[in-house]
């Protein structure tokens, strides 16, 4: 449940290793070519979830995962009873918070269901060759239940410990993304506005201990300013720098530094660039001027 572009990719690749795979997304329009290549179309989510033996959740957020499953109203934990998730396995997939992702395990748990929180690092290429590093949290039995599933994906699935654990690692490893983008826009920028030479500066960085190869995979991107094509984009970006940020604080970490990246984000949004590539946060940083 949740196509798209990687809900996309990870039907494209159960389909290409011979799985059965239902699909629901509230656009219908968006996975008709999934039909095409046979995954069977479901017209509801409660339709979908009474065909299936595992479901996997790729949605925005999550009261995107609570509306799809009616289990009950964010902050509110007064649940609503949900016989069709008797039995089922739920994979929540997405990025969200540790106390949203345990409060929706409970839930589920309680509804008589199977949770597992599986965040992922990579992106579209990895999810087409299942070469995606996943990230489990919750019952080891359900992780080890799940592994055939989760291993289409990426070979070797990590578990992390209780739920929560997982969804801790996505929100640390996407709040390094925010960090070493707007650092090395800071750094790309300034070197650019007093003459510094482009790949002077690059074979500086990688000749240093300070290298990081997402510098590589966006520098292009910075150069044309052209960020055109997400797989991950601003607006994603800025949800999880804000999920991350209230959970830190709650557990007594200085966010001071993340916050003044979220105010950088935020404006890039604001600024009509919420749908392309998170790297137009340059755009903000390093102005055309």
């Not at 396995?89 to 597992?116: C, D, F, K, W």
């Not at 997982?166 to 640390?172: D, E, P």
Request: proline share 2%; hydrophobic share 40%; glycine share 8%.
């Amino acid at each position: 449940m949740g196509i798209g572009l990687m809900g996309h990719a990870f039907v494209d690749r159960f389909l290409s290793q011979g799985f059965t795979v239902r699909v629901f997304n509230r656009t219908q329009d968006n996975i008709k070519d999934l039909a095409e290549s046979g995954a069977i179309m479901c017209a509801t989510a409660d339709e979908l979830i009474s065909l299936s033996s595992a479901i996997i959740l790729m949605v925005s957020d999550a009261d995107a995962i609570n509306n799809l499953l009616q289990i009950h109203k964010p902050g509110d934990m007064q649940a609503y009873k949900q016989e069709n998730l008797q039995g089922k396995t739920i994979l929540q997939m997405a990025t969200i918070s540790p106390r949203q992702s345990r409060e929706i395990g409970e839930v589920i748990s309680s509804n008589g269901g199977h949770y597992l929180e599986a965040p992922v690092l990579g992106s579209i290429p990895e999810a087409k060759t299942g070469s995606l590093i996943i990230m489990a949290g919750g019952s080891k039995d359900v992780f080890e239940d799940a592994l055939p599933a989760l291993q289409v994906l990426g070979t070797t699935p990590r578990y992390i410990g209780e739920t929560g654990s997982a969804a801790a690692l996505k929100l640390a490893m996407n709040q390094l993304i925010a960090a070493l983008t707007a650092g090395f826009s800071l750094s790309l920028g300034y070197a650019i506005k007093n003459g510094v030479d482009t790949d002077v500066f690059m074979d500086t960085v990688r000749e240093s201990a300070l290298y990081a190869k997402t510098y590589d995979k966006k520098l292009q991107k910075y150069l044309d300013r052209d960020f055109g094509t997400a797989n991950f984009s601003t607006r994603h970006l800025l949800k999880d720098i804000r999920l991350f940020i209230d959970d830190a604080k709650a557990a007594g970490l200085n966010t001071a530094a993340l916050e003044g990246i979220e105010r950088i984000t935020n404006q890039t949004v604001e600024n009509g660039m919420d749908l392309m590539d998170y790297s137009s946060i340059y755009q903000e940083i390093c102005p055309e001027k």
